[in-house]
């Protein structure tokens, strides 16, 4: 293991913040430029990656028993690709799933749901990804709950995971794993006001966490605040603001 890797595996277990929030109650986070190339290798060492601030603590909306297993997650943007990074604290690491467009959710997965024109709020993406980097992607432009007429798949997203423990294997523990994803602009042309998207642009986006097969929990960094389990509820997305310049912590 690096140092650089050590010193991020350290926050999931010495980092608890309070999610900035806005005056409606949602989180908030600013995406700074990569200032530097980023590799989408699944270990998070580039000074770009190190350099940016975290989302803060995720949250257990529907908790009822069971280790709260915590999750880091930082994103990043250049001209082209928006960057998603999460690494995941998890005892028992677990997917069967190796098909696109499976039930990767029954698996540890995390998740990217963004709606990206402030305008059109309902109109949002789900981008579901397991630990084998195997991924479920869907467009939902009159919101949930509404049949999709039409399959969307996403073009060109990059998907790297690693593993530091031994994967469907519940008889030892295990430490976390990372998963890195780049997930290109273009994909939202449609929706988005800007493609790639201008420096004070806003978009509403969800990140998400699901448990798998022991000791399975639901996480998010802004919670939803349905009765039951559901991510798909895009009043209760945070907010992010894409910003001109490189992460404050690298400069």
Request: aromatic share 12%; proline share 7%.
């Amino acid at each position: 293991m690096t140092y650089l890797l050590a010193c991020l595996l350290v926050v999931i277990w010495l980092t608890v913040q309070i999610k900035p929030a806005s005056a409606e109650g949602r989180s908030e986070y600013t995406i700074y430029r990569a200032g530097t190339p980023i590799a989408v290798d699944g270990r998070l060492d580039e000074p770009a990656w190190v350099a940016a601030p975290d989302v803060g603590a995720f949250v257990f909306p529907w908790y009822e028993s069971g280790k709260k297993e915590q999750t880091v997650a930082k994103m990043l943007w250049d001209d082209t690709h928006l960057y998603v990074a999460f690494i995941c604290e998890d005892a028992h690491i677990w997917a069967e799933h190796t098909q696109r467009d499976t039930s990767v959710w029954k698996d540890d997965t995390v998740e990217v749901f963004t709606a990206p024109n402030p305008d059109r709020p309902h109109a949002y993406f789900n981008i579901e990804m397991n630990v084998l980097g195997i991924f479920l992607d869907q467009f939902h432009p009159k919101g949930p709950g509404v049949p999709v007429e039409e399959e969307w798949n996403g073009e060109g997203i990059q998907i790297k995971t690693s593993i530091v423990g031994t994967l469907n294997d519940d008889s030892d523990e295990d430490l976390y794993w990372i998963l890195e994803a780049a997930i290109p602009f273009r994909n939202f042309v449609d929706v988005a006001i800007h493609t790639p998207p201008q420096p004070g642009d806003v978009w509403n986006l969800g990140l998400n966490r699901l448990g798998g097969k022991t000791n399975e929990q639901y996480s998010q960094w802004s919670a939803s605040q349905t009765e039951k389990p559901q991510f798909h509820s895009p009043d209760d997305f945070g907010r992010v603001v894409f910003s001109d310049m490189a992460s404050p912590f690298w400069r």
